[in-house]
């Protein structure tokens, strides 16, 4: 294979990439000065050691220089000040961020690093598993609710039925805990018309006074 | 005009049929029997007489052909097992059809007609604000909660705003009511990642444990 | 089924026309003044007896109310100046307007009624082959070119073949005849980049110098 | 700026891609393991060192590692047996392998680089107005037609424009030239009721016998 369909070939696995628009990036690169490749490469070869996986959240940021820190602990897990009786699962580092955006939660994440397809056969290889148990068993005595915070489709409701059995058998005969779900609704932008029933009825559950 | 104009017009004023589409229609007419079209120039002539509009909600309904209902009254506002405390606010007929499906909702209704544009200048225009006024006069001592249930986007929240002030205005020194909306969070198919911060917090409010 | 219904199920055989939007006519027509009504259905009354089909190329037009004329044929039919050598056998009457309004062909036409899909049983139900075959065989000593202008897709294509074969058939051992096809080439808006093999190929034969 | 908001930035500026999905790419990246990062940097790293800029036609090309080819010549412009009288200028890249790969081209080719938008005042800094020159000038004798295969629409028919009256002045008192473009017509898939008509005037004019 050429070096032009090799490189199409590696960008054409980017999420959301096909062929025709792979090959667009190569051209693109190829269109560049050779120093505006070097700080692509550079960016890419350091991407690894400037940013540390967080050993409790498992989420991805950027890591301090300064190496004193004994393990790898983010700002957010580090943070002594937020509640520590809450903490909440997503499935991945861009929905941490869309509710750390949102500025309305103040408890600890985990990032379970996808979620379960149904009748999925083997989901410790899709999911996080062992460490979201290590930090429950690390976390049990704080924490009072885990908020399963999974995206609103059949994916998302398959991987909370799958976490809520999962963490039903680590609290056997330990402390109670809750286990919680984001609220259904209108999302902004919805029509009523085009509502479905369960978004209609959570919506008049819910609905604010 | 020719008539293939003429009707090419009329039916361009159809809900989203634009100019192309409506000669399509033309076209179709012109390909079906005269007696496929006689049957829906039938149905279009006894539509006004065939459906009544309700005096209570103002949603159009088939009307019984009995006739000895003293006043034009919908089913839905004729059945006292309905609980009298609740009356629902919706902007369309298809959006009280939505809300009936999901069969979550046991109260009585008002078409409002449509939802009010930001900046309107002539809101009655748009909307039916004096058969809401005259409604609620009659139905004052039995509601406890009117819900607005608009859609969750601009107009919607203008139209809700506006229905507020209205709503307290009428019971200013009267009885006590409650004005609910709608509860916001993940809609059906919403991803984290995409959602708003107004929806995810109010996904977090109402979470269901 | 009450009349929202049947009227509902009406427009949803109108092209183009989901159940969702034909009930948005319903209440659209609910929401008119009776005499809008009465506009529409006049119309749709008066279509078939305003509007004739043309006896030769059985497209709809505008029939005058004269009613002199001895048999129906339409301005373009009865347009002595026109070119008698070509024919151009279109799909619908909507492809007659697309041709007579880019100005650049001067023969006569023959609306076809429809296309073939491959593998069609019975194409007589589909397309008007016997009327195609009385104006040929009516034309025959004039015309000297057959245009077959079908939509440039499979079910063109398939449409085309059987023309040919048809046409080849009647013109056995009669005059000699042409039958051509639409020219392919790069359609206003295409970028060479996504044009098919059989577009460029034709891109390049027709080059204009 | 952060490690992942600074490679977040670089891929926004890839073709087509917004803030959403380069942060998307970086996520990717991380996720996977460090020698799949090395690949992909080794060959962005190596892309200029592999890949040679012909020196006629301006195309990128895997250049052979043997090194005793003493001006960098792509394999299409090396090829003595390629017709000599015809020469393509084609926008990009991507529209030289889209020609190649339908068949039908036999001359020679060159990659303009681009495309002039109505109004540019700086032609010479989107597109090889000096390279094309020189590469004319050389080819004065061979070439008898030039072929402007630009996009179907307004920035293509600008650029023709443009090319033709440069291509004009080049020619002045020297051999005599044809200058040529890609017919338009139907491009495959295209129907006749949307056709405009410039397209449909092509079609008629080219029509196949």
Redesign the interface.
Known sequence: M???D??TE?FSH???IGPR?A?????????RD?ST?D???E??????Q??A?CNECKR?Y?STSSGQVPRKICPTCADESRDHSLLMI??????F???E?????KGYYFIL?GSLPILEKEPAKRIRISDLQNLINKKKDAVKEI?L?????AEGENTSDFLRSHIKDLYQGGPSI????????????????????????????????
Do not use: W
Request: aromatic fraction near 6%.
């Open positions: 050429n070096p032009i090799r490189l590696i980017f999420p959301g628009q090959k667009r990036f190569v051209y693109y690169l190829l269109s050779q490749l700080i692509l490469t960016n890419i070869d350091h991407l690894k400037d940013i996986q991805f950027p997503v499935p991945r580092d861009a929905d961020e869309a509710i955006k949102s500025g309305s939660y690093g908020i915070a999974m995206n609103a489709n809750q286990v919680s779900e984001l609220g259904r609704g209108l999302s902004t932008g919805s029509e009523l018309e085009c509502a479905d029933p369960e978004t209609l009825k959570n919506a008049l559950l819910h609905r604010t006074r």
